[in-house]
């Protein structure tokens, strides 16, 4: 399977814990965003990356969230000192970021539950 | 503000029929927009994209208008199947990132 996966696809944790997800986006693609999805809302962006660098990062995302791309392969999103309202879907996507129109292939995502 | 609407509510089509989504969208100018299924518990999909200077693209049972004048997108399913049911989301370039809507939940009924 060549698409973007992600790991964990679930991950149950009690507040105060830090937990980190992996990403593998597309090989070929130079482009990599998280995104938090929670019940009957759509993807809300969080931060991407062109390669290596991050390019931009939500307001929303506040200093207890962090993420790197240290080789502009692989990605980790951690969260630390987790709260219940992190409780969400997190999810990966990748793309060519090809400005005539950037298609984003997206991952099964991880489901966060903070207790 | 910036913002992206879509029908909030769930929308119920029987099956055969044309299924019509909107999305309207304020204070932006995209330069152009997607749409996306997700299923429960998957990552969206991509469907279709079309471009700001683009009026309308086809795609086998699905197409999508652009009105960059009343801000608005609608994407049709015709000839729908039980198998369309999903919510679909609308999302478009602003600035640097793509933003997407909130979805419309669509059922198809047999």
């Known amino acids: 399977d060549t698409g973007v996966s992600q790991d964990p696809r679930h991950k149950i944790t009690k507040r105060g814990q830090n937990v980190t997800f992996r990403c593998d986006p597309i090989?070929?693609?130079?482009?990599l965003y998280w995104y938090r999805q929670t019940l009957g809302q759509g993807p809300e962006f969080l931060t991407y990356?062109?390669?290596?660098?991050?390019?931009?990062k939500s307001r929303l995302l506040s200093d207890r969230f962090s993420a790197e791309r240290p080789k502009g392969s692989f990605s980790t999103l951690e969260i630390q000192r987790t709260e219940q309202g992190d409780s969400a879907m997190y999810l990966c996507?990748?793309?060519?970021?090809?400005?005539?129109?950037?298609?984003?292939?997206f991952g099964p995502g991880t489901r966060l539950l903070v207790l | 503000s910036q913002k992206i609407e879509q029908n909030s509510e769930a929308l119920n089509i029987q099956e055969g029929k044309t299924a019509t989504l909107t999305c309207n969208y304020t204070?932006?100018?995209?330069?152009?927009l997607q749409w996306y299924r997700q299923d429960p518990g998957r990552g969206p999909v991509f469907l279709l994209l079309?471009?700001?200077?683009?009026k309308e693209k086809r795609k086998e049972r699905l197409k999508v208008t652009f009105d960059t004048t009343l801000k608005q997108s609608l994407f049709h399913i015709t000839a729908s199947q039980p198998a369309d049911s999903a919510t679909y989301l609308c999302?478009?370039?602003?600035?640097?990132?793509?933003?997407f809507g909130k979805g419309t939940r669509l059922h198809i009924l047999p």
């Open positions: 996507a990748s793309s060519l970021g090809d400005l005539r129109g950037e298609t984003q292939y």
């Open positions: 090989s070929e693609h130079n482009r």
């Open positions: 990356f062109q390669n290596e660098a991050q390019l931009e």
């Open positions: 204070n932006y100018s995209p330069a152009y």
């Open positions: 079309i471009r700001e200077n683009e």
């Open positions: 999302a478009l370039k602003g600035d640097d990132k793509i933003i």
